[in-house]
Each structure stands twice: as C-alpha cells, then as structure tokens.
C-alpha cells in the first residue's frame, strides 16, 4: 500500500502541476468525434462511446498473428536445438566438428 500512496501522491502533483485539476468538468467535446453517447457500464455515467468493430477485429487479428509467430519461433528453436543434440551424440568418429552441410573438411 506504501507504493500506492506514493502514486497517488506523484499523480496529484503532475495533475497540478499540468494543469489538469478540474480538467473533466471543462473540457469540450470533440468535434470529429463519430461514436455514439451512452452509460458506462464502468461506473453509470454519460459518455461516449467509441467501439468500432472494424478496429477490434484488426487488433485481435494482428494479436492473434503475432502470438502465432512467437509460438513458431519457439518451437522451431526447441527442435533445433533437438536436432543439434541428436546430432552430437550421433557422432560416431570422435571428431569435435559438427556436421553443417557445407563439405568443409
């Protein structure tokens, strides 16, 4: 709780000092603004709302691709590093090199 009080105090001091103590109370509507008014469900105030289903369906799109290259990236790194092991104790002849498919040697 001793963090959060600490936060608290910085948030009050920055509100201050930028300024923005009753900011809510005079701020003046957008007016480019496309959403609808409606309740909040957070708290039951007036507000407006600014869903887009066009903007939710591509973050959860990007999301999801993202999430599925970092699972590829992690499991090509596991069977490589298989591979690798594999390889290692498959060497037969003693010798410390490790075959890379070049023809060095």
């Known amino acids: 709780t001793a963090m959060l009080e600490t936060w608290y105090r910085t948030e009050n001091s920055l509100v201050y000092e930028w300024g923005m103590m009753r900011y809510s109370e005079t701020e003046i509507p957008l007016p480019t603004f496309e959403g609808e008014f409606g309740i909040s469900p957070a708290?039951?105030?007036?507000?407006?709302?600014?869903?887009?289903?066009?903007?939710?369906?591509?973050?959860?799109?990007?999301?999801?691709?993202?999430l599925t290259l970092c699972i590829a990236i992690v499991i090509s790194c596991v069977f490589?590093?298989?591979?690798?092991?594999?390889?290692?104790?498959n060497n037969k002849n003693g010798d410390s090199y490790i075959d890379t498919g070049i023809g060095i040697g």
Not at 51 to 63: A, D, M, N, Q, T
Not at 82 to 88: S, T
Request: glycine letters at 8%; one cysteine or more; hydrophobic letters at 40%.
């Open 80 to 89: 490589g590093i298989w591979v690798w092991k594999r390889q290692i104790e």
């Open 43 to 66: 708290n039951g105030e007036f507000m407006e709302n600014y869903k887009s289903k066009f903007g939710y369906w591509c973050k959860r799109v990007f999301s999801l691709s993202v």
